[in-house]
């Protein structure tokens, strides 16, 4: 006991001393090398004087050099009769453990190779990558002819299928772009584990299994193999080298500084791996850029394999099927190839990413790598001629496949160089809990989105088919961050400068110029004006409609805010967004179709919902009705919800809660009397009931009944309310209206309850701003601040003691900040004066930063 105690001891002095060693912890291959060594020494130190009648063999990363510090330690007992050596195997183990090498063992059989291929083709695929470590060596060679001979052209197509199927579905469950922004090292597209997979499928193919023993990783050994094979070239070679081990140096820095297993890099770990690779407090968001490179060098490598290996399963394509496109290319079964061994211009890359385009084609693998190679000796050398944009005109006026070609061109490289302007795009990200992708990738997942409208039976679907040639609204959308990586504030208007002097490069007309840059400069508008303004407001519609001067600027800005929102990440884009959106495109269409004014069409819109005889015919729902000064109400709520609240109105209960769903959202609207602090006080009890609160809408009749619905989510899934919630919700806000609730005490007690959750989510400190804007009946207050839970409460509870009355309130959420819109009288019915603007601003914001 003595003895396996001072082993254990010698051993976490030996592995502290490795990853102490900040020289060694920067080198990948070093660090996992060693440290698989020091494992294999201490193993051998405790089994080597065993006499045991089996192969214990290295597997997962251990077999492949490739430890991370909290890796687990995978072995494999490899034995003719288990139950022959359970003993052996048992006490070996019990060893391992008492010495503190924590291992995760398996024992197998000659029977289970042939069981795992017919049921378990994961448990399969683990005996190609064992590595020999103690036992018969004779036995261990034998088991590795078994599982090579039982192979045959049947099982290798169904291997491989399945590995495809399963690359798609870890893409889908970890995301499936290699710039997602808080990968999975591991598991996100261009992690490591695509290129383990690709490698098996080597493997498997080839029917081979890599038993070199030599003090490298698995992965330069497999490296070394493709060039041998002249599948890849020394050049992509060290480029794959130095991209893997960046990856596997970022999973190594994650595993030391968690201090356990980790493989989600969150924003958190990148600056803190940053700083410990060199880069200052100013540029550590360097290193993301050459990680997402990294990534996206390997998600290419691994795409082009698989690709190789999916285009071999369907057997060969007879030669008379080929046809000519050009004297330089032909296409063969909707792949692409090039005829001669040559490098390539930019014009003659552009001109096969058209034809790639026109004919939904892919490239085979020889052509892929010319056009890389080629577009890298182009930029290495920077000797760039300007390219012919004949052909990236043509392809923005196919019909079909904008958004894939264009995202192929990005991730061969040949974007950036096309258009020098979009390679600051690259790898440029915003930290934050809503944005999901860096720049470039957000900006071709739009593309997409956008293509995804066709033959779509919606508004966005009916206007996208409306326009015939679109590349000026996919132009627009591929140019509309453009300027980000120079300044994140005002990014529109330096992209409407930008867009001129590309789209002039690119040889486009005067008024094609015109339209884009509108378009860019005017990208934030509708989204600003839709999700933060009350679209039953005439001076809001009237201010939006006045910066168009056709209806074709409004289609397309229509069509580019949608795109914009939705490729941010799933959770920005919901139906509530959308329903207001498209209720802002519809009255402004209306408005400018009809020459109407925003008072003109409310008017309209009025008169035609109160001469609805549900309301006309009931002289008490009219009477209601005319006593709301706000048509919103008229459209917020339908006919019968309308005749709900009169009746509860009638029955003189002093408060009446009720629940609906729609559009995502739980919608709880209060009817009570109003007082001074109502609304801080209803959001109060609405946060301590763990909601969300994504807007607020007020309507108060003449005779001082309120009318207050809120949309809210739940805060932990940020969906709609379980029923069984609504018990507790109705008793808060009870509670709260009749001052029986300690509201900052009950925030104590929620905050602890979501401390965890809450800085998960809610990371950046991002300063507060405050703007004022003058409307003709209102002053809009414009609040930008990081979000926290019970923001909305301490903001509407300033605003009750500075004597303000909030008439309608609406939360924008922006990165993981938010941007509450009000609108805002005096107590005596006034706007709020100059004089009062600082005042209120210094007091707003103190009390932001309380709860900060």
């Given at each position: 006991m003595q003895h396996s105690l001072e082993i254990k001891e010698q051993f976490e002095v030996e592995k502290k001393r490795l990853f102490d060693n900040k020289e060694l912890i920067q080198d990948a291959f070093k660090l996992c090398i060693g440290y698989s060594l020091l494992v294999e020494e201490f193993i051998f130190k405790v089994l080597s004087s065993k006499k045991v009648d089996f192969v214990l063999a290295a597997a997962g990363s251990f077999s492949r050099r490739e430890l991370s510090p909290y890796s687990d330690i995978d072995l494999m007992f490899i034995t003719e009769n288990v139950s022959e050596n359970k003993k052996d195997i048992e006490e070996s183990v019990s060893l391992l453990w008492d010495i503190g090498i924590e291992i995760s063992h398996t024992v197998r059989e000659f029977s289970d190779i042939d069981k795992f291929l017919k049921n378990d083709l994961t448990s399969f695929t683990q005996f190609f990558e064992t590595r020999f470590l103690f036992g018969n060596k004779d036995f261990y060679k034998k088991w590795n002819n078994k599982i090579l001979s039982v192979l045959n052209e049947k099982h290798k197509a169904r291997l491989l299928n399945q590995y495809f199927a399963d690359i798609k579905q870890r893409h889908k469950k970890y995301g499936g772009s290699p710039k997602v922004l808080e990968p999975n090292i591991k598991s996100s597209a261009g992690g490591l584990r695509d290129f383990h997979t690709v490698e098996w499928i080597y493997l498997i193919k080839n029917n081979t299994i890599i038993f070199n023993q030599a003090e490298i990783t698995q992965t330069e050994l497999f490296l070394i193999q493709m060039e041998h094979e002249k599948f890849i070239d020394n050049k992509a070679v060290k480029r794959l080298l130095k991209s893997y081990e960046l990856l596997l140096a970022v999973r190594n820095l994650l595993h030391i500084f968690s201090k356990r297993r980790q493989d989600r890099l969150e924003f958190t770990m990148q600056k803190q791996i940053a700083l410990f690779l060199g880069y200052t407090e100013g540029s550590w968001k360097e290193f993301m850029f050459e990680y997402f490179n990294a990534t996206n060098i390997v998600y290419r490598f691994s795409r082009t394999l698989g690709k190789k290996y999916e285009e071999e399963l369907t057997g060969p394509i007879s030669e008379f099927l080929s046809i000519e496109l050009d004297d330089d290319y032909y296409i063969k079964?909707?792949?692409?190839?090039?005829?001669?061994?040559?490098?390539?211009?930019?014009?003659?890359?552009?001109?096969?990413?058209?034809?790639?385009?026109?004919?939904?084609?892919?490239?085979?693998?020889?052509?892929?790598?010319?056009?890389?190679?080629?577009?890298?000796?182009?930029?290495?050398?920077?000797?760039?001629?300007?390219?012919?944009?004949?052909?990236f005109r043509e392809l923005l006026k196919l019909p079909h496949n904008i958004g894939e070609t264009l995202s192929i061109m990005n991730s061969l490289g040949v974007l950036g160089a096309f258009l020098p302007e979009f390679r600051e795009l690259i790898g440029f990200f915003q930290p934050g809990v809503y944005h999901c992708y860096t720049a470039d990738e957000h900006t071709l997942i739009a593309l997409k989105n956008l293509e995804k409208l066709r033959s779509q039976e919606t508004t966005l679907g009916k206007i996208f088919d409306s326009i015939k040639v679109k590349d000026m609204l996919y132009l627009s959308v591929l140019l509309h961050d453009i300027a980000k990586p120079i300044s994140i504030s005002g990014h529109e208007i330096i992209g409407a400068e930008m867009a001129e002097t590309i789209l002039g490069h690119l040889g486009y007309g005067a008024d094609d110029i015109e339209l884009v840059q509108f378009l860019v400069k005017n990208h934030l508008v509708m989204e600003q004006f839709a999700l933060r303004r009350n679209l039953n407001d005439p001076e809001t519609l009237d201010d939006f409609v006045s910066i168009f001067s056709n209806i074709t600027e409004l289609n397309y800005l229509y069509l580019l805010t949608f795109t914009d929102l939705s490729a941010v990440s799933p959770m920005v884009w919901t139906n509530w967004k959308s329903d207001l959106l498209e209720e802002l495109y519809s009255k402004s269409l209306a408005m400018l179709n009809d020459k109407l004014t925003g008072e003109d069409l409310l008017h309209k819109n009025t008169l035609a919902m109160i001469s609805d005889p549900q309301i006309a015919n009931n002289?008490?729902?009219?009477?209601?009705?005319?006593?709301?000064?706000?048509?919103?109400?008229?459209?917020?709520?339908?006919?019968?919800?309308?005749?709900?609240?009169?009746?509860?109105?009638?029955?003189?209960?002093?408060?009446?809660?009720?629940?609906?769903?729609?559009?995502?959202?739980?919608?709880?609207?209060?009817?009570?009397?109003?007082?001074?602090?109502?609304?801080?006080?209803?959001?109060?009890?609405?946060?301590?009931?763990?909601?969300?609160?994504?807007?607020?809408?007020?309507?108060?009749?003449?005779?001082?009944?309120?009318?207050?619905s809120f949309n809210v989510t739940d805060f932990r899934t940020n969906k709609i309310i379980n029923a069984e919630k609504y018990s507790s919700i109705k008793k808060n806000i009870i509670a709260a209206l009749q001052n029986e609730l300690h509201l900052v005490e009950e925030f104590k007690k929620t905050k602890s309850r979501w401390w965890r959750l809450e800085n998960k989510l809610f990371k950046q400190k991002n300063k507060v701003e405050i703007d004022f804007e003058e409307?003709?009946?209102?002053?809009?207050?414009?609040?930008?601040?990081?979000?926290?839970?019970?923001?909305?409460?301490?903001?509407?509870?300033?605003?009750?003691?500075?004597?303000?009355?909030?008439?309608?309130?609406?939360?924008?959420?922006?990165?993981?900040?938010?941007?509450?819109?009000?609108?805002?009288?005096?107590?005596?019915?006034?706007?709020?004066?100059?004089?009062?603007?600082?005042?209120?601003?210094?007091?707003?914001?103190?009390?932001?930063?309380?709860?900060?």
């Open positions: 079964d909707n792949i692409i190839y090039i005829k001669d061994e040559r490098k390539l211009t930019l014009s003659e890359v552009m001109r096969v990413f058209y034809y790639r385009g026109l004919h939904r084609a892919r490239f085979g693998q020889h052509l892929r790598s010319v056009i890389i190679n080629s577009t890298l000796e182009i930029e290495e050398s920077e000797q760039y001629s300007l390219p012919s944009s004949v052909f002289h008490a729902v009219e009477s209601h009705v005319e006593s709301i000064d706000d048509v919103g109400y008229l459209q917020l709520y339908t006919h019968e919800e309308i005749k709900e609240h009169v009746k509860k109105i009638e029955e003189g209960n002093s408060v009446s809660i009720s629940f609906n769903h729609a559009n995502g959202f739980t919608n709880i609207t209060i009817i009570t009397k109003d007082f001074p602090s109502l609304l801080s006080r209803l959001c109060g009890s609405l946060s301590i009931s763990d909601l969300n609160i994504h807007d607020a809408k007020i309507f108060t009749r003449k005779d001082g009944i309120v009318i207050d409307y003709d009946k209102y002053s809009i207050i414009d609040i930008h601040s990081p979000d926290k839970i019970g923001l909305l409460y301490q903001i509407t509870n300033k605003m009750n003691e500075l004597g303000l009355v909030v008439y309608f309130a609406r939360v924008a959420t922006k990165s993981d900040d938010v941007v509450d819109a009000f609108y805002v009288l005096d107590r005596n019915g006034n706007k709020i004066t100059e004089a009062d603007k600082d005042l209120i601003t210094l007091e707003l914001k103190l009390s932001i930063d309380e709860i900060l």
